[in-house]
Structure formats: structure tokens, C-alpha cells
């Protein structure tokens, strides 16, 4: 199976990260399994590119962490979309459509 190249993609792993939040808050390991799913295995994001993305996401206010207890008794760091990282995620939406608008023209059909 054809997986996306990791450059592709780069651009937008922000707002497939802020998409998963959107719901409820969630941890790393969830939120790659969920992208893995969503994907259907065409997008596989690594670990650093996931944590990356949290510690930029959250730096620039989009996103805030906490710890809880998971059911194991483990302690989770989990993430929660603000509402600056709601407006930032409409935004990026857009741009896509932009994006995807003007590539379009340069993709044989």
C-alpha cells in the first residue's frame, strides 16, 4: 500500500492534530493510532513529529497539556484544543482549500 510522504504532508500535521482535538482532549499514542485509522494507513506520523507538533502547538498557544491518571493507573500527559487553536485550525482549513484549489491546476487529470 502507498503511504504519503512525510514532506507532503508536513504543512498540515497541525491541523489533523487540532481536527482530533477538536472532540475531546486526547493523549500522543491515541491521537497517531486515530490519525493511522482515519488515513487508513496512508499516513503514519512518527513520534517526534507528533511530539514536535504538541510542543509547538502548545508554545504558540493552541493547545493546552495535563496530566491525568489513566484506567491502568498510569499518568497520561493529554492535550485540549483552546479557542485560539479553534480559530488557528478554521484557518488552516482555508488555506487548504486555497492550496488545494491552485495544485490542482498542475495535476494531470
Do not use: H
Not at 2 to 9: M, N
Not at 29 to 43: G, H, L, P, Q
Request: charged share 30%; glycine share 4%; with cysteine.
Amino acid at each position: 500500500m502507498q503511504q504519503i510522504s512525510s514532506d507532503v504532508i508536513r504543512g498540515y500535521n497541525d491541523t489533523i492534530i487540532l481536527f482530533l482535538l477538536r472532540k475531546e482532549p486526547s493523549y500522543g499514542y491515541e491521537i497517531s493510532k486515530n490519525i493511522r485509522a482515519m488515513s487508513e494507513d496512508k499516513y503514519l506520523i512518527k513520534e517526534t513529529t507528533l511530539y514536535s507538533a504538541f510542543t509547538r502547538l502548545e508554545k504558540n498557544g493552541f493547545i493546552i497539556s495535563f496530566s491525568r491518571e489513566a484506567d491502568n493507573g498510569k499518568r497520561r500527559t493529554y492535550y485540549q484544543i483552546t479557542d485560539s487553536g479553534q480559530k488557528y485550525y478554521q484557518e488552516k482549513c482555508e488555506e487548504w482549500q486555497l492550496t488545494k484549489d491552485v495544485i490542482e491546476r498542475f495535476i494531470s487529470q
